[in-house]
């Protein structure tokens, strides 16, 4: 008896990043949170404890996917969560109910430098391996802050996959250049994905997006998790 | 209620395997994986994934299964040759999902289990229309 009760301490320990208890979201952790809707409709507060929300998500999103968060900030506590959202302008913030999504934690990052062009992968804090891609052009720059992905996609027609490879990874973020904002119909929105065209990679070529080598983008799309950080430099 | 205390201890040495071992007291026997295979490998958010035997259980009981660690998502009973089959909605969240399969049986006087880890990716069902 004592061994059954002590594998469930264990269990229990070995779950204990990964789950909370719904009266008691005070815990720490090095990595990032990731809120996943659980509900049709998140409302979204201007600051903690607000009476009138200012706008209401949905879930599934457009896409078909469920509506994700990333918490801003490493502690969550209480009955309210300060998010990034996915919408216009960028870097939008708000306030959300706990009660509305399911919270799990997140080792994963991703940096990309501008500058250098390159993307690093980071798990708990440490950068893993870094690798070249391609970036907006000046005249449609890819722009700076910190998003998430929120969405995986999967090219389905020889056309897409031409340009988008077999993966795209949709952020939280939007270009405004014009000339981009409307590529394809869309709606400006950012997204990492692959390329059929390798000679792209290390260069300034797209419309905002970050490209990189297929293979980078066919492991990150079957590792990271949802909402992970992706911080543009 | 006793299959499903059975299923979670299973579920549970499966997850903690090498501290189970060393646990004072327990009986349970980490044994090889359990082969199977998982289609479709991409599936969009409630598309039906099947997963199917290609290693039976050494005894018929019944097969544990959880998306993801820490929770018990269902069981099913295995054929009387031990094979089994799991058929399973997709997830709404995107992403990679891992499916963990244990069954249980009895070797040599211990309780052992047999596990096994198959992934599968969670896509959104549109076309993209991002900058590029």
């Known amino acids: 008896m004592r061994g059954v009760l002590l594998l469930l301490v264990v269990a229990a320990l070995g779950a204990g990043g990964l789950a909370l208890r719904e009266d008691d979201h005070e815990v720490a952790w090095s990595g990032s949170w990731v809120a996943t809707a659980k509900v049709g409709e998140v409302a979204v507060y201007p600051s903690r404890g607000a009476a009138e929300p200012t706008s209401h998500l949905k879930s599934p999103t457009t896409s078909g996917a469920a509506l994700v968060f990333l918490v801003d900030g490493r502690k969550v506590r209480g009955e309210w969560l300060p998010v990034h959202l996915p919408v216009r302008p960028n870097g939008s913030t708000g306030w959300i109910r706990a009660a509305d999504v399911r919270l799990v934690p997140n080792d994963y990052r991703l940096t990309v430098d501008l500058g250098e062009r390159t993307l690093a992968f980071e798990r708990r804090g440490e950068v893993e391996w870094s690798t070249p891609i391609g970036v907006g052009k000046r005249a449609m720059p890819t722009p700076r802050g910190r998003y998430y992905v929120k969405e995986l996609l999967m090219p389905s027609d020889a056309d897409d996959e031409e340009l988008y490879g077999p993966f795209a990874l949709g952020l939280s973020g939007y270009t405004d250049s014009p000339g981009a904002v409307d590529f394809r119909g869309g709606d400006g929105a950012l997204a990492i994905h692959g390329t059929n065209d390798p000679s792209s990679i290390g260069r300034r070529v797209s419309h905002g997006c970050i490209r990189v080598p297929n293979d980078v983008i066919s492991f990150l799309a079957s590792t990271l998790p949802m909402g992970t950080p992706v911080d543009i430099t | ?132």
Request: net charge positive.
């Open chain 2, 1 to 132: 209620m006793v299959k499903q205390l059975l299923g979670a201890l299973v579920v549970v040495a499966a997850l903690v395997g090498p501290l189970a071992l060393e646990t004072e007291s327990t009986s349970i026997v980490q044994q090889p994986p359990l082969t199977a295979t998982l289609s479709p490998l991409y599936v969009n958010p409630g598309g039906q994934v099947t997963v199917v035997a290609l290693q039976a259980c050494p005894q018929p009981m019944q097969v544990f299964w959880s998306l993801g660690p820490g929770a018990l998502s269902g069981s099913a009973a295995t054929g009387p040759d031990g094979k089994w089959t799991v058929r399973f909605p997709a997830p709404a969240t995107v992403g990679s999902v891992p499916f963990f399969a244990h069954c249980a049986f009895s070797a040599n006087a211990n309780a052992a289990a047999m596990y096994q880890q198959l992934n599968f990716t969670v896509v959104a069902p549109v076309r993209p229309r991002y900058t590029g």
